[in-house]
């Protein structure tokens, strides 16, 4: 069994700061992907990351790809309380069809004013 | 957003006996997947499906039961609701088995006293 460990669980920053969540694994992922979850509703994807050492940004949000494909972070800059919300990795196994994505734990993120 | 409608939104239940939530969605899409989500585990698959009649196994499937007769409705059965089973569950499809991103319904909270 494929496992994702993400760091932290929960973070409570003030609005215009700067965080970064990590998801981590010793196994190897032919994709990663970010999800973002808020209270009541299911998951919305953010993005997926493919290639070894790829970095995406969306907005102020900046997604990495280890160079192993074991490990991805997310950091967010400047912070807002919109971003407020689960902020849940995936990870899609090497072998083994139908889309069996290990989730991570998720990370808990709160924004205040 | 993707059309997935997930019914009942919300159930509460005795300890024994059978619960079926049910899935639907207008996308036409192949791959429909049912998942648990509780505190510290994140998201974990069920079952999934990969066409009419055709379903799988996912990490946790002791317990559950699915069908999916058409290509819009898929419906997860708990033959014997245990308290074990309290959960917010999701259902998922997806266009592709490839890993393609996963478009989540808004889930059913589901309590089993």
């Known amino acids: 069994t494929q496992l994702l460990e993400q760091s932290p669980q929960f973070l409570s920053i003030q609005e215009g700061e700067n965080l970064t969540v990590y998801c981590n694994s010793s196994?190897?992922?032919?994709?990663l992907q970010w999800y973002r979850q808020e209270p009541g509703e299911g998951p919305v994807l953010l993005v997926t990351?493919?290639?070894?050492?790829e970095v995406k940004k969306l907005k102020r949000l900046t997604f990495q790809f280890g160079d192993a494909r074991k490990d991805s972070s997310l950091h967010i800059t400047a912070a807002q309380p919109g971003d407020t919300g689960l902020y849940l990795c995936?990870?899609?196994?090497?072998?083994?069809?139908?889309?069996?994505?290990?989730f991570g734990t998720g990370t808990q993120l709160k924004v205040e004013l | 957003d993707a059309g997935i409608t997930q019914s009942p939104r919300h159930k509460v239940t005795e300890t024994g006996t059978p619960v079926t939530l049910r899935c639907h969605q207008t996308?036409?899409?192949?791959?429909m997947y049912w998942y648990r989500q509780d505190p510290g585990h994140g998201l974990r698959l069920i079952h999934y499906?990969?066409?009419?009649?055709?379903?799988d196994k996912g990490e946790v499937s002791d317990g559950y039961s699915v069908s999916r007769s058409k290509t819009e409705d898929f419906l997860l059965t708990l033959e014997s609701a245990t308290s074990s089973q309290t959960s917010v569950y999701f259902c998922?499809?997806?266009?592709?088995?490839?890993?393609?991103?996963?478009?989540f319904g808004s889930g059913t909270q589901l309590s089993v006293l």
């Open positions: 196994s190897v992922f032919s994709s």
């Open positions: 990351v493919v290639t070894g050492g």
């Open positions: 995936a990870g899609a196994g090497i072998t083994g069809g139908g889309n069996k994505l290990t």
């Open positions: 998922a499809i997806s266009r592709t088995g490839s890993n393609e991103k996963l478009f």
């Open positions: 499906s990969y066409g009419v009649k055709d379903t």
């Open positions: 996308e036409n899409h192949r791959y």
